[in-house]
């Protein structure tokens, strides 16, 4: 019974792992996991026979060529040929018995992907789906379902193996039960290793491995014990490259322990011991990846295949990718395009921050004993010691990774993540310590109970992660019928000649108004009047004043998760998008203006726009449609300015007329005062001095069109607003008259003004 009690902190972080475990398998799509698609797609060409791939770059650049250009199925294992073969080798058995003869049906590109990017809103899916990927599970599904399972239970052994190696280093079940949840709780851990990665063989064995070599440091390095550390090891080379982090560091200080305790001959037969199993295991692969690359790891193979950089980074632009490097650690998910919020970043950020602390008050209080050179040859130090160097082998060796392809993702850590909670329970454990020590404090609750409530938010985030960020981001868009569209839908009414029926769009934005960075959200309604037989792709363009063109989207409708062979005739699809207007010297340029709205259909195969066509069947050609307003004020805006005119709902902060030789402008600088819902129109009209109308007379919207007044928000600043009007010789026209009016006619009227006006108009005399 007591043993029970002992191990029930334990089993509960386990069942809650195995819990989170089950939910991310089933909340990403078929082979949408980081690189999923090409790791499974190595362990189907082993499954089928085709023995260990050799690489040959001219054959890569054709295949990936024509993956680009035909939407050629994802089936090519890319730059995971160069992977160590073990977990390839191992999953190829287990999809053995299933009928995997669906795989290039349905691992079809997204050419609209936006991959590894963490500020897309849209396309995070790198496959286009098909129906019968749901439960119940059937063919190349199936497999991949089971693959992902299978990943969930080697990535228990890496939870429950740091949990052994915290213990042996001589750590509190408590220090250990942190250790362990971290590792459970640790949201990108959850989503990787339910994926097929050999990340997930990769992550158990080195996990083990740090274990079984700290019970032989602790206990005794027997002959057997160090065979089946070497075993372990050489497996961990034989998943992944970065498997010899711990393969070097494991049997140096199993050895330095051995010296400790027996002497430098039996050190040297237990090193030996290990090594050899190491080579026996692994040492045939890296051999060959010698004789075939002339680099024993394969890495710069591996780097081209992927795509080398084309230059060496420094120090400081690999520094610069540490936010990227640092989110893939906890959590961006999906493509590398899924991030969490903000918020959460910044809170792991200080917990490290804090272990980080703890790790350097551990150094200080070693260093100061007298016996400093007695204590690192303890069990506990070499076991700290191995663990560290384990994570700075590992961490050296991405950083020359990242210094070859573009590659700044901690989660390629996860191979020595028992070493990394190791160090950060340490940590965290000592920072707990010394602030006990300035204030003590009565716990009512056993250790075991204090540390599982401090690993409690991070397994809450681990568990509604899958939930609140990644079957989100894949979600379909809703369908619905067509009297459900919105009442306040901006109607367009465009068909498209293969069977499209573009509705109008809905903004979402509050006033429809964005600044640059911000995020116009809108939806477009889409119907198919007919089935649909190619997958067409949707542009969304957004235009400013000037035809500066704002924002950019190709993409198949549904974010990229709802291609057109899957709509059904009759329903309505609500395509909702979040565009991202970036910050940039054209989008400044444009300010304040309008924004119009440009949305089309074309054939990503054939390159081909679809024609459109008005309800009467007449071709109608591209059409753009005023949809919301960008306005970025002006660094030298007047907004202290007293105005020397008021309309209702706008100031005239100066107006003056510029006389050419055949013509006179109207100069109008405005600040709004209230919000406009409805379009204005301003009128310049001549007079002469008996105040009879004289022809010609100028209308148009502010900015020549290019900010029309029903955008206008309270604060706006409209400067240097031009009318131009004919002004032939010798036309006795003494004064200018101009306001604003309604499509019904009805003017704005004046509220104040120190220049001559009227009910409804400014008055200006012609210089």
């Not at 200080?350 to 400093?372: E, F, I, K, P, W």
């Not at 397994?459 to 981001?473: G, K």
Request: charged residues 15%.
């Amino acid at each position: 019974m007591r043993a029970w009690v002992e191990r029930r902190p334990l089993a509960i972080i386990f069942l809650l792992y195995l819990l989170a475990g089950i939910s991310y398998a089933t909340s990403a799509p078929f082979l949408e996991v980081s690189d999923e698609v090409r790791h499974y797609a190595l362990v189907e060409h082993l499954a089928s026979g085709g023995g260990l791939p050799i690489h040959d770059l001219a054959q890569h650049e054709r295949i990936t060529a024509e993956e680009r250009a035909a939407l050629r199925p994802l089936t090519y294992y890319a730059q995971e040929g160069s992977q160590p073969p073990l977990y390839y080798t191992l999953m190829a058995l287990v999809v053995q018995p299933f009928d995997r003869s669906d795989f290039a049906t349905r691992a079809m590109p997204n050419p609209h992907a936006r991959l590894g990017r963490a500020d897309t809103t849209n396309n995070w899916n790198q496959l286009v789906h098909l129906p019968g990927e749901d439960f119940p599970w059937r063919g190349v599904v199936l497999a991949v379902m089971v693959l992902r399972f299978v990943g969930v239970l080697l990535g228990g052994i890496a939870v429950l193996s740091t949990y052994g190696l915290v213990l042996e280093f001589g750590a509190s079940r408590p220090v250990a039960l942190v250790a362990a949840g971290l590792v459970a709780f640790n949201p990108m851990f959850g989503h990787i290793i339910a994926s097929v990665n050999n990340d997930t063989l990769a992550a158990a064995l080195g996990a083990l491995s740090l274990y079984w070599a700290a019970r032989l440091i602790r206990r005794e390095a027997t002959w057997s014990g160090a065979l089946v550390l070497g075993v372990l090891l050489g497996g961990a080379a034989l998943t992944k490259a970065s498997g010899l982090a711990v393969a070097i560091a494991a049997p140096a200080f199993v050895g330095i322990s051995a010296a400790c305790r027996y002497g430098v001959r039996r050190a040297l037969s237990v090193t030996l011991a290990i090594w050899g199993m190491i080579v026996v295991v692994a040492g045939w692969w890296y051999a060959r990846n010698a004789l075939l690359y002339g680099d024993p790891t394969g890495t710069q193979m591996m780097a081209q295949v992927a795509g080398a950089r084309e230059r060496l980074p420094s120090l400081a632009e690999l520094l610069a990718e540490w936010e990227g490097f640092y989110m893939a650690f906890w959590g961006l998910f999906g493509a590398v395009n899924i991030p969490m919020h903000p918020l959460i970043y910044d809170v792991l950020e200080g917990m490290l921050a804090l272990a980080g602390l703890g790790l350097l008050l551990v150094l200080v209080r070693a260093l100061r004993r007298s016996d400093v050179l007695l204590q690192l040859r303890s069990p506990s130090s070499l076991i700290a010691l191995m663990a560290f160097s384990a994570f700075a082998i590992a961490l050296a060796a991405l950083v020359r990774w990242t210094s070859l392809t573009l590659a700044s993702q901690g989660r390629l850590l996860f191979p020595v993540i028992a070493a990394i909670a190791f160090l950060v329970a340490v940590g965290l454990s000592e920072v707990a310590r010394v602030l006990a020590r300035l204030k003590p404090v009565a716990l009512p609750f056993p250790l075991e109970v204090v540390a599982g409530l401090s690993i409690t938010p991070l397994a809450t985030l681990t568990l509604l992660a899958p939930w609140v960020y990644i079957r989100p981001s894949y979600a379909l868009p809703p369908r619905i019928a067509e009297s459900e569209l919105p009442a306040d839908l901006r109607r367009t009414e465009l068909f498209f000649e293969r069977g499209i029926r573009w509705i109008g769009f809905r903004v979402n934005t509050p006033k429809q108004r964005i600044h640059p960075g911000d995020v116009l959200d809108l939806t477009l309604y889409w119907q198919a009047t007919q089935p649909i037989s190619r997958n067409l792709s949707a542009f969304v363009r957004l235009f400013g004043r000037g035809e500066v063109e704002l924002f950019a989207l190709d993409t198949y409708p549904g974010g990229g998760m709802y291609q057109t062979t899957l709509w059904q005739p009759g329903e309505v699809i609500a395509d909702r998008y979040r565009l991202r207007v970036e910050r940039s010297p054209t989008a400044t340029a444009v300010s304040p203006t309008t924004i119009w709205l440009d949305v089309g259909l074309w054939d990503f195969v054939d390159k081909r726009f679809v024609a459109t066509f008005d309800g009467a069947g007449a071709p109608t050609g591209r059409q753009r449609y005023e949809a919301a307003s960008l306005n970025v004020p002006s660094v030298s805006a007047p907004t202290s300015r007293q105005a020397v005119a008021s309309f209702k709902g706008v100031e005239v902060l100066s107006a003056h007329l510029e006389k050419g030789n055949r013509s006179l402008v109207l100069v109008v600088d405005w600040r709004v005062s209230e919000d406009f819902s409805e379009d204005y129109t301003t009128f310049v009209q001549l007079f002469d001095a008996q105040g009879h109308k004289l022809e010609p007379q100028a209308d148009g919207r502010a900015l020549a069109g290019g900010f029309a007044p029903r955008w206008w928000r309270a604060g706006d600043l409209i400067l240097g607003d031009r009318y131009s009007l004919p002004y032939p010789a010798g036309l006795p026209a003494a004064f200018v008259r101009f306001g604003l009016y309604r499509s019904d006619g009805v003017r704005l009227p004046v509220v104040r003004s120190a220049l001559a006006f009227g009910q409804d108009y400014i008055e200006l005399p012609i210089p």
